[in-house]
């Protein structure tokens, strides 16, 4: 239980609160790369303020500040050119420094022209997204994690969620919520819509366990049927802090992203890799996204897909959850390791240290821990996630069943022959 | 004319308030028995405050706040098991009177479980409704009015509607309105939109009266070319209070119903039962619902039909209505008599008393005076009642018309028998 | 750059404000006629209120505050009758100068009918608009400007914007916008949507000047290849103080209305008037009104016509653009001066004289200076204003046409027959 003011503190994204500062620490995704391709300019909210995002004509990105600092007008309306960023309304032109360089209507006022910048951040591709840091210079450098960069087939899905991301944060800690949410609430919605609910979710957790480590915090489990020696507990996997999980199981990884857009805006994303050993490599010149259904036509949410049913918990908690009259118990005890984790992250931002998962060394790949056989589940894990997860509504669908069938066949063909 | 102040006191109804705790010693219908049978739980708000409402597999109905005391997750969608309404996020088990019984991955802190406990209600099924009681305990008994269990054909009209509930119940006492609102001003939107308007509605108030009684105010007027010796007068009509009126006429009955969902939203519901002499039972195993048009495709209000009208009138008030300006004559006598009303049952409650028509006695039907010749218009009004009414928009339309006409000629038969 | 202090008091429009009372001291077009001939009584905002406009049979007009005195219903579902509108709740009637006439319920007491009054305003009609006046008594006249009285077709088009007056009016002073928001932004968008940006527009500005006069503020400038001696300079086009503004060119006549509905709402109309030399009287016995495309389905602001792009700019500068923060150059010098002028009005009304630009003489026109060769562009103005601006969508495109096609054709051989 936190007071009102403390669980303030926790859920503020804004500049100048202490949250607020640990989140400006860390590169967000703020784009799709295949978005700027089509249409050179973008206006996109972050922490809660509003950017214009660009990419100038010959690749260049940048990213500012909406409002024209002249007179406020718009630059996600503005004119891309090879420099920079020129506003629609006066002309004015800022290059990807922030830098005003060009005040046509005020001829040779250069003295005015220095005076004005704006606060631009700095600007990344990686794995078909673009990504953003709009914090305190120097910029740390983009975390290359695995699933942007391994060989694989992706796909992404995405929804805007009305709630803060911290409440969507806890659940990445708290491994008891499977048992009920995707397990006994699951087979009761299929019971009253008609499909059989995945067995797999449903099991007993008999053991569970939090570390922290150089990223955030791993997160262990042991249901029932499985022992300390199987993945789920020897490998387990990490909320990569401060917005991210690192998911996956039987041929599939996935990064799901938790984008702070406003205090009570998140954009989930689910960043999948499909790479079953014996993949074939499929080349994607443009990464599909696809939008996850949240709501029903009756305003009901969608909970027939296990992330729907994610939704659902993170939603209904309230847009920022009322956390001075919550019962907290010895199962949330990962809830209570986050909350001290955003706590110390704080403290370090205040006097001036890196907080946690920064990263200024230049890298290749970042690989993160986790588990490949998935809740004891074995091949199962990867049917079930297409047809039971959000990936039944990818455009891609048909693609990744089929790769992962014939990779299985692959790998199944090259054993017998080894056995002979 | 009312302070900012009294008016505010008069309008509240959330929890901790004067009224508000009126409002927390009443029953209220809050969904469809049809409802909770096509799906077992359903999320609804009642004064201000959301909850959980579920039906047991063996019939059993609960109703609780709908976030999980646990972590806030709503238990509107919870999974309805036989011993209550278990939490979809973390499995936290709710019995109908609120006690916490299950907490699964806490196993065995009995302690803990004890001290988790919802405010749980009180839940009944009468007449094709679901009725709620979220008050202090004991609860009072659910007054079994004659509308509720009387014989006859019934439908449900409704229509949530954006003010508050008290500006329609000082329309209940307003007997002038008729004249204007549903005679002069139908008339002028009758000649603008092609249609005849009903004569009975626009007829002269000679006299009005109000008496309180038991269950709240009876109101009676005398129209021109009618006298005290007339139904209208002689017997009239209640408004039921605190919520309620009580309508009828020409073998039509009618519960007009205003639940105060929170302090600007206020669900109105036409609760109707078609019983002429000479009425012959029909079977009803589900009770028809149907929405009331509000808004048409530009936002003006619908006003070709009576309770469109009265609606317009209540809504156009504003959200609140501003009471501080207004300008009451000898003709708000009901109005001042009302507020009065509502001011004494606050003194009442704040003593510890019961406020005016909660019942604890077990009773089987409670009758209320109602006029049977309404308006002095005899045979009229039913058929106006259909045409002119919020009946026009049932899906039983035809059915009841036969029902009144059949029932009619029944009776003219066994008259014209009688009479050889 | 101004204090937030200063910023409110600029853009307030509600009664008691200062700046409320200065435009309380205007006529602003509330209606078009032929709605009121459709339906005789409508709800209109103006400065923050509502009001009920009506239209008796006998074509009397009246305004007041849309809330009954009685108990608060809208009058804007009154009932138009000879003498004035009648309450649809319980039948007060007010006549156009606000006094209550008729208090049926009441009987006879004129004491309190007496007492109660509504603040009427004064309405007329003039060139397919109704006009409405709602300060303080007497008004004064409403100035008959030469667009609503010349021979000529007409068109309106028209948008309700969801930000503050002023910087809409600021743009009208603001002659350098041209060049970079229809000139280079015109040419971008172009390039993207595929079409070609006209090259008028994208002149350089070589010189600006402003004159305040008895209407306004005339603007002036020489763009290149221009010289003081074009109309751009010697002419010029006004803002019409406080919420319009004169432009034109090539027999096309305009009056840019931007209406303050309320603080952060302004109804933008482009009353247009074809009358180019030549122009050969059509019969309009109902003037078109048609509405300006403002966002697409994205969400996104249509930039692909001339006014499309100024509504983006006064748009995206925010609700109310925050000045505090903003940085004026030399080029902005009209915006300073257009902000004294405000300034100034404040201080006449605060000591009781009559603003700039009211007029209390009756008249029979009054005449506004404006360019009629706009940006040295000749005949190619009228065709860009057609294919470029507004016009594209009115339903009157193909006549528009047609008009300035067959008026130049006339002209041309009126010249040759001249010339033999």
């Not at 209507?105 to 794995?127: H, M």
């Not at 099991?203 to 489990?221: L, M, N, P, S, T």
């Amino acid at each position: 239980m936190l007071t009102a003011e403390q669980n303030d503190e926790l859920t503020q994204v804004e500049a100048g609160t202490p949250m607020g500062e640990v989140l400006r620490r860390y590169w967000y995704p703020v784009a799709f790369t295949r978005e700027l391709a089509e249409f050179p300019v973008k206006r996109v909210e972050l922490l809660g303020e509003f950017f214009a995002l660009w990419r100038s004509p010959s690749g260049r990105y940048g990213i500012m500040p909406e409002p024209c600092p002249h007179r406020k007008a718009s630059m996600a309306y503005g004119v891309v050119e090879a420099d920079g960023l020129r506003c629609p309304y006066h002309g004015w032109v800022f290059n990807p420094d922030g830098e005003c360089v060009e005040q046509p209507a005020e001829r040779d006022n250069t003295q005015f022209q220095k005076r004005v910048t704006a606060q631009a951040g700095r600007v990344e591709e990686l794995g078909g997204l673009i990504w953003a840091y709009v914090g305190p210079m120097p910029a740390p450098e983009l975390p290359r994690f695995d699933t942007y960069v391994m060989e694989g087939f992706r796909d992404i899905g995405w929804a805007d969620l009305p709630c803060n991301y911290v409440q969507i944060m806890e659940n990445a800690v708290d491994p008891h919520h499977v048992e009920f949410l995707h397990g006994r609430y699951f087979e009761f919605v299929g019971r009253h819509e008609g499909f059989t609910a995945p067995a797999s979710f449903g099991k007993k957790h008999v053991k569970v366990g939090f570390d922290a480590f150089e990223w955030g915090i791993i997160k262990r489990r042991v249901v029932e049927g499985a022992s300390e020696e199987d993945d789920d507990w020897k490998v387990g996997h990490p909320l990569v802090f401060p917005y991210n999980m690192r998911v996956g199981g039987g041929g599939i990884h996935q990064m799901q992203i938790r984008v702070p857009i406003n205090r009570t805006t998140t954009r989930f994303m689910l960043y999948t890799v499909h790479s079953p050993d014996g993949y074939e490599h499929v080349d994607q010149p443009v990464i599909p996204d696809y939008e996850l259904p949240v709501l029903d036509a009756h305003g009901r949410h969608v909970t027939n897909y296990v992330e729907g049913q994610d939704i659902m918990a993170w939603v209904t908690q309230g847009a920022i959850t009322d956390r001075t009259t919550e019962h907290l118990g010895r199962s949330d005890i990962g809830v209570a390791m986050l909350r001290k984790m955003f706590r110390e992250q704080m403290d370090r931002v205040a006097k001036g240290l890196d907080p946690l998962g920064t990263i200024r060394e230049k890298h290749e790949r970042i690989d993160l821990p986790c588990e490949k056989d998935k809740f004891h589940a074995g091949a199962q894990f990867a049917l079930d996630f297409c047809d039971m997860g959000s990936s039944r509504f990818s455009p891609m669908l048909d693609t990744i069943k089929k790769i992962h069938i014939s990779a299985a066949d692959k790998v199944a063909s090259e054993k017998a022959a080894a056995a002979q």
